[in-house]
């Protein structure tokens, strides 16, 4: 599949997966992947499955990623795991303002973006997180809420920043349901974050950004969602805690 922009396909593992578990599932992608560099694909363990997926994806394409951090540097802010920490175990990517977070953790705007600035300065690219409830799609809103929360936690990037920087367009409703947006529902929102972008910072940077699509991605939906033109790649949930099925997905949007 010729896109404009490289696919991104990251596995959010959520709470799920011991180290040992974590590092055969790893092991087992990165045997069934093999040197593949077409698409970038990122695997979001747990924190304390990091070391050994780490050790696990040595010596192969695949790169790491977390799926929260703090906003602080370090202190006292007790459980929570701050952007040194994560990059001692090579972590190149962070997921923030997860739905999940956003609604059993409270996390608003202001806080995602304050944990997305922390991130840039210690050279981690955040994977933001955007979408709307059911309630707010049947309500017409969609928009509305999507263009809230991207403006709010993106508020004051620069532009080197917002090339470090992906978009993941996950319609609530669609998360762990089974319900999928359709390809056409998915690419009106990407053209809508797109062009919202284009209008807050530039048109370049919205030309470059990378925008993922998650909520209930599977190998036989992915290869249609990733040709629509403004979806550059996944956030998977589910279908990532199985190699067959994750493999499946990014082998599906290949040729
Ligand atoms: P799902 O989750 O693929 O299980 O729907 C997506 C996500 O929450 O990132």
């Not at 696990?56 to 951090?69: H, K, P, V």
């Not at 799609?137 to 080197?160: I, P």
């Not at 950004?209 to 990733?226: C, F, T």
Request: include cysteine; hydrophobic fraction near 40%; proline fraction near 3%.
């Amino acid at each position: 599949m010729e896109k404009e922009r490289k696919l991104i396909i990251a596995g959010n593992w959520k709470m799920n997966k011991t180290g040992a578990e974590g590092a055969e599932l790893a092991g087992q992608i990165k045997l069934d992947l093999g040197d593949l560099t077409e698409v970038d694909v990122v695997l979001c363990p747990p924190f304390t499955a990091l070391d050994a997926v780490a050790k696990a994806i040595e010596e192969s394409t695949l790169r790491l990623g977390a799926q929260d951090m703090s906003p602080s540097d370090y202190g006292a802010h007790t459980g929570e795991i701050c952007s040194g920490m994560l990059r001692e175990f090579g972590v190149r990517h962070v997921i923030l303002g997860h739905s999940e977070r956003r609604q059993y953790q409270e996390e608003n705007d202001a806080l995602i973006n304050q944990k997305t600035k922390t991130a840039l300065a210690a050279a981690l690219k955040p994977i933001v997180c955007v979408g709307e409830l059911l309630e707010q799609r049947e309500a017409g809103e969609t928009e509305a809420v999507v263009g809230k929360q991207l403006a709010g936690s993106l508020e004051g990037l620069s532009t080197e920043q917002m090339y470090e920087t992906v978009i993941a367009y996950e319609p609530v409703w669609a998360i762990g349901t089974g319900l999928t947006a359709t390809p056409d529902q998915a690419q009106e929102v990407h053209a809508f974050i797109r062009g919202q972008l284009a209008q807050q910072h530039d048109e370049t940077i919205a030309k470059r950004i990378r925008i993922q699509y998650g909520g209930s991605v599977k190998p036989d939906n992915a290869r249609e969602l990733m040709s629509q033109p403004d979806v550059d790649g996944a956030l998977v949930g589910g279908a990532s805690l199985d190699a067959h099925n994750f493999v499946g997905i990014i082998k599906n949007t290949l040729n």
